[in-house]
């Protein structure tokens, strides 16, 4: 049995459990009856944040898996789907390309290649060889990370995009630097990799905007710096990509965030924003 599963689909259902309520519960799968060694424990958890990202937290001695703000994870509530599901659930795990998870765990899981056939967003479709080796939910929607053979590099795909997927018999060598958590680091979206740089950001927000960046955060370096200004906003620092992304997020709020820093970027916001009243006027 797989123990990354078992641990996943055992928490899941029981919501809350102490680190021995699961060595003992691994006992009676057992055929031998013999508890999960805690260093196995520990060895499936980090696995299941590397691979799939699936965080399991620990609370008052209790360990969780940690639901996101956004929605519970896609890549749990697909794991966690059974085995001849129904019509109906079938058709609802097409919903954003999950129903592509179960081949890519198994590709991940025995190292095998995939065929994929992906059609992104602003260009034609392509065939490549992908060596997956991470799945990664990101604001809603779920991507696999992994190396492919058409641009001979690591690239991150939306699992909604992808029009096939082939199961190949050729193994692939996994790169054993490979860190999911370090390549999305500076990420606020779906861009990611060592080129993605992070620059220090800095915005202004008046205080209904403040609350629901306090519980929705942009990025995990996000921290307040000024809570009582003159005029009653609040300003934010955090150290992020200044990817396209990010920028359409920013313009999002409207008037009730600004940038005040980079410069660079207050001028790319300033000028789409100009742009977009022009496109109004001139209605």
Known sequence: MNKSLWLVRLLSSHGKLSKQEILDAWSREDEHGRPMAASTFYDNRRYLEERYN?????????????????????IVEQMLQPEGADVLNQQASTMGGL??????????????????????????????????????????WCYVVGHSSAHNAVRNFALDRIEHLQLLPTHFHRAADFDAREYFRHSFGAYG??????????????????????????????????????????????????????????LSFGPALRV???????????????????AYESE
């Not at 060592?194 to 915005?203: F, G, I, P, Y």
């Open 54 to 74: 699936i965080r399991i937290i620990c609370q008052g001695g209790l360990y969780s898996i940690e639901r996101t703000t956004h929605s519970d994870h896609p």
């Open 99 to 140: 129903h592509w998870i179960p081949m890519l765990v198994e590709a991940m899981e025995k190292r095998q290649l995939l065929q994929m056939h992906y059609t992104p967003y602003d260009k034609g479709p392509f065939v490549t060889m992908l060596s997956p080796y991470s799945l990664y939910p990101i604001r809603g």
């Open 193 to 250: 990799g060592s080129d993605v740089k992070a620059e220090r950001l800095r915005l202004q927000t008046d205080t209904l905007t403040a609350a629901y960046l306090r519980q929705r955060p942009l990025h995990a370096s996000q921290h307040e710096v000024e809570s009582e200004a003159a005029d009653g906003s609040v300003c934010f620092e955090m150290d992020v990509a200044l990817t396209r992304d990010l920028v359409k997020e920013l």
């Open 260 to 278: 005040t820093h980079p410069p660079h970027l207050c001028q790319t916001l300033a000028e789409q924003l100009r742009r977009a009243a022009d």
